[in-house]
């Protein structure tokens, strides 16, 4: 909808802005899942993207005293073999690591599976998204486990990086390369066909393949790109990623982690594999869900108890739980049944005694 180009003349000062259109957004049906096919570290020197060792993506659906949780959630997935959102599966115990996790929606735009894009010949292959808070009571820093995107492709080789940032990526304060040190690769058998809506979940990147990209704090930022090969931008008609929001958007699904300012940085203005000041977009649209962000979510491995997320269960957990609970708050909504009452204390207290 609107480009907004920011003229500051100093900081703290007010910022001129001039709106550019852009294509009118579509909706695309029946995302199409994509499984991984290999990860590796990844990180940015010099304004360049760099690849480490590749290791094969073979896994195993397994549930023990750990479990998925989203941390920030700006694609909305329900667990394939439960139905359930990963948060609220079994129980508020969370979902299984590398069970599949489909786009749906809980709320209030009726699009299912449906998901927003910009036509199959608008071409934006990297943007740098707003964190400005995660789940209840995560701080950040802890390792990002868990991955899922959606995005539109031209077709080819396809190789996703995301990264991580503490420094925000809003209007006023700039997106630079240089802030996303350290990120990951996640590769594709073959060739993808064009013209397609896609999906992929990704588990295990710390856990399993020893990736550790940090959650980034609140106030942070987050960086994705869609390359051909881990270091080209892809440059196909329709490469872009697909639009949805947060939960705090229109659809009122308090449950999902996280949120997100309404601008975004798109690297399309031209394609340059950097941002400047013309590339910062407003996507407050009035659509459904209001605003749009990018369909890409972060989660964890951890135990039911570790609230915090900080990989312990300990009194800090208990606390945060009971200051929760005793407002009724829904982050102690453990058990998803979208009550706080004596069930939620039980069932944490039980895990809490469980420890991890």
């Known amino acids: 909808m609107k480009k907004i180009s920011m003229i500051c003349l100093a900081a703290g000062m007010a910022c001129a802005a001039t709106a550019v259109a852009k294509p009118p957004l579509q909706l695309a049906e029946k995302g199409i899942y994509v499984a991984p096919a290999r990860v590796a570290p990844a990180k940015i020197v010099n304004g360049k993207f760099e690849i480490g060792a590749w290791q094969d993506y073979n896994t195993t659906s397994t549930r023990g005293t750990q479990a998925v949780y989203y941390t920030w959630d700006g694609f909305e997935a329900w667990v394939l073999?439960?139905?359930?959102?990963p948060n609220l599966a079994n129980g508020g115990q969370g979902a299984a690591q590398f069970d599949t996790r489909f786009p749906t929606e809980g709320g209030a735009c009726g699009l299912g599976s449906a998901r927003w894009y910009f036509g199959s010949s608008y071409v934006?292959?990297?943007?740098?998204?707003?964190?400005?808070?995660?789940?209840?009571?995560?701080?950040?820093?802890?390792?990002?486990?868990?991955?899922?995107?959606?995005?539109?492709w031209g077709g080819g080789s396809c190789v996703a990086l995301f990264f991580t940032s503490n420094s925000p990526a809003d209007c006023?304060?700039?997106?630079?390369?240089g802030n996303y040190a350290t990120g990951v690769a996640i590769g594709?058998?073959?060739?993808?066909?064009?013209?397609?809506?896609?999906?992929?979940?990704?588990?295990?990147?710390?856990?399993?393949?020893?990736?550790?990209v940090p959650q980034p704090a609140p106030g942070g930022s987050l960086l994705f790109a869609l390359t051909s090969d881990g270091s080209t931008l892809a440059s196909g008609?329709?490469?872009?990623?697909?639009?949805?929001?947060?939960?705090?958007?229109?659809?009122?699904?308090?449950?999902?982690?996280?949120?997100?300012?309404?601008?975004?940085?798109?690297?399309?203005a031209p394609l340059s594999a950097t941002f400047s000041s013309n590339e910062c977009y407003s996507y407050a649209y009035g659509v459904c869900p209001d605003p749009l962000q990018k369909t890409v979510s972060m989660g964890t491995f951890r135990c039911p108890a570790d609230v915090n997320n900080d990989g312990f269960v300990n009194g800090d957990d208990y606390d945060a739980f009971a200051s929760a609970?005793?407002?009724?708050?829904?982050?102690?909504?453990?058990?998803?049944?979208?009550?706080?009452?004596?069930?939620?204390?039980?069932?944490?207290?039980?895990?809490?005694?469980?420890?991890?």
Do not use: H, K
């Open 325 to 356: 609970f005793d407002v009724a708050d829904l982050c102690a909504d453990f058990n998803g049944d979208g009550f706080v009452n004596g069930d939620d204390y039980d069932a944490f207290a039980s895990n809490f005694d469980a420890g991890c």
């Open 81 to 85: 073999s439960s139905g359930e959102y």
């Open 188 to 212: 594709f058998s073959g060739s993808i066909p064009p013209g397609g809506y896609y999906f992929t979940n990704v588990d295990g990147l710390n856990s399993v393949f020893s990736i550790f």
């Open 237 to 268: 008609a329709g490469t872009q990623p697909m639009l949805w929001g947060m939960g705090n958007s229109t659809q009122g699904e308090l449950f999902r982690p996280g949120s997100s300012t309404d601008t975004s940085f798109d690297d399309d």
């Open 124 to 152: 934006n292959p990297l943007t740098a998204e707003d964190v400005t808070a995660n789940g209840c009571f995560d701080q950040g820093g802890n390792a990002v486990d868990t991955l899922d995107f959606a995005w539109y």
């Open 172 to 177: 006023a304060s700039g997106a630079d390369l």
